[in-house]
């Protein structure tokens, strides 16, 4: 929100509209085209039967310009946005730099509140209760700083939450003197959802403030009980920070049902926006009570849009996350999990065969879906990634965590069969022959 784009001479929004509607026919691309016709594929068909359809998903793939030289299986990162969504975002970039405030702050600016409505359609909750954000990190440190805590009081997380919200934790604990516990689980879970509930129970005593734990985590993709924890937590007055940052567009739920205090996300890793997406889920409730990082007028206390008040910054970016809510629910998000769950059965039930891997993600579909993670027994994970990309230009990332350790395998819907398979026989490969070679 700029507090200020209301005064000064208004263009007409007729001159707008104008403006806006030059530039896309100039792009030569129809925004509804491409979801249009991937939409239709699936007509009448469930998520399961189109799960292994490759020529449906061939339309999807070449929905994306990629460089196929190489197997992008670090999706986790940030993916890739289908073509339709980058052409949104340098058509709005190419507006805003011809005239910033006026295209920019003062006719691309409010299209923020379609992305928020947008956002809370597809999540399942008020639109009054989503701040549009640039990525998790933003997000979930907007909880985890805003929340009044005492010296003494007390913060439970997890060993394997994501590395930045744990230094954020440890900073107030540091410059607050409030206590942090962190818990361990074995990976995979051998008790599934009520372990990881119990051992949270575990950890609460009187002056357990907040519990702050992963939707998905980024690590062997775990998935945790939300709504379980959420009540227990609320039955004891203490607040519930989730980090949603891997689950938002990669499997279907609702925020409503999750019950959770707030819900941080990434929308540049699975919704396929455009770099430097997020967005921040407040129960309302909380809303006057958390305070903004950037500190914003007492007027906006009770607004969500306080947590947006960052100072000048491009709207080209949220503004195309409208284009990939388009593109993802012509897709529809059931059927993207069953893709992506799918793919990975695809190299899991190759690789569980050799005798020294061990996947460390459950297949159980409560417990996972497409990001999972694998160990060789006596090959460092750091060198398997290291000659996948050497010797077969595959990106799987190598995750240390003290722990355990493993290669973290996330593709996407753009990633082909062949990939996988490529993906699977080069695992192979190295396993034998570094089994035959071990130096
Ligand atoms: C579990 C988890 N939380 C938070 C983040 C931070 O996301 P971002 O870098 O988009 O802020 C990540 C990034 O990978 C993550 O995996």
């Not at 998905?216 to 998935?223: A, F, K, M, P």
Request: charged fraction near 25%; include cysteine.
């Amino acid at each position: 929100m700029y507090p200020n784009y209301k005064e000064g001479a208004m263009v007409s929004r007729r001159e707008l509209l104008h403006k806006v509607g030059t530039i896309g026919l100039a792009s030569g691309i129809s925004s509804v085209a491409i979801p249009a016709m991937i939409a239709g594929g699936a007509a009448g068909r469930t998520s399961a039967e189109t799960a292994s359809d490759e020529v449906y998903w061939r339309e999807i793939q070449q929905a994306f310009t990629l460089d196929r030289t190489f197997i992008n299986l670090n999706n986790g990162f940030a993916s890739p946005s289908p073509r339709v969504v980058h052409e949104a975002l340098k058509r709005y970039l190419d507006l805003s730099n011809e005239a910033p405030y006026t295209y920019m702050a003062q006719m691309l600016e409010p299209g923020i509140e379609s992305v928020r409505r947008g956002i809370a359609a597809e999540a399942d909750c008020d639109a009054e209760e989503i701040a549009i954000t640039r990525n998790s990190s933003e997000a979930l440190q907007i909880a985890q700083l805003g929340i009044d805590l005492k010296p003494g009081d007390e913060v439970i997380i997890t060993n394997q939450d994501y590395g930045r919200m744990i230094t954020t934790w440890e900073q107030r604990v540091r410059r607050d003197g409030i206590k942090l516990t962190k818990i361990s689980f074995p990976v995979p879970v051998p008790g599934g959802h009520a372990e990881l509930a119990a051992r949270i129970e575990a950890a609460i005593t009187p002056r357990t403030r907040v519990i702050h734990f992963c939707h998905i985590t980024n690590l062997t993709g775990q998935i945790f009980p939300v709504q379980r924890i959420a009540r227990m937590a609320r039955a004891r007055g203490i607040k519930t920070i989730v980090d949603g940052a891997h689950a938002f567009a990669h499997f279907p739920y609702s925020l409503r049902e999750l019950e959770c205090d707030y819900y941080g996300v990434s929308l540049h890793k699975w919704l396929l926006a455009p770099i430097g997406n997020g967005f921040l889920y407040v129960r309302r409730e909380n809303i006057r009570s958390t305070w903004s990082l950037q500190p914003a007028l007492p007027a906006l206390d009770d607004n969500i849009r306080k947590f947006e008040e960052i100072g000048t910054h491009p709207a080209a970016n949220h503004n195309a996350v409208a284009e990939a809510l388009k593109f993802h629910q012509a897709i529809g998000c059931e059927r993207r999990a069953a893709r992506m769950r799918y793919l990975r059965a695809r190299w899991q039930d190759r690789l569980e065969k050799l005798p020294t891997v061990k996947i460390l993600t459950s297949r159980d579909p409560a417990q996972s879906c497409g990001l999972a993670m694998f160990t060789v027994a006596g090959i460092p994970a750091e060198k398997i990634s290291r000659q996948l990309w050497d010797k077969h230009r595959i990106v799987a990332i190598s995750i240390v965590h003290p722990e355990f350790e493993g290669i973290r395998v996330t593709p996407n819907i753009y990633t082909t069969l062949d990939e996988i398979d490529t993906f699977a026989e080069a695992v192979e490969r190295i396993v034998r022959a570094e089994s035959r070679d071990p130096a």
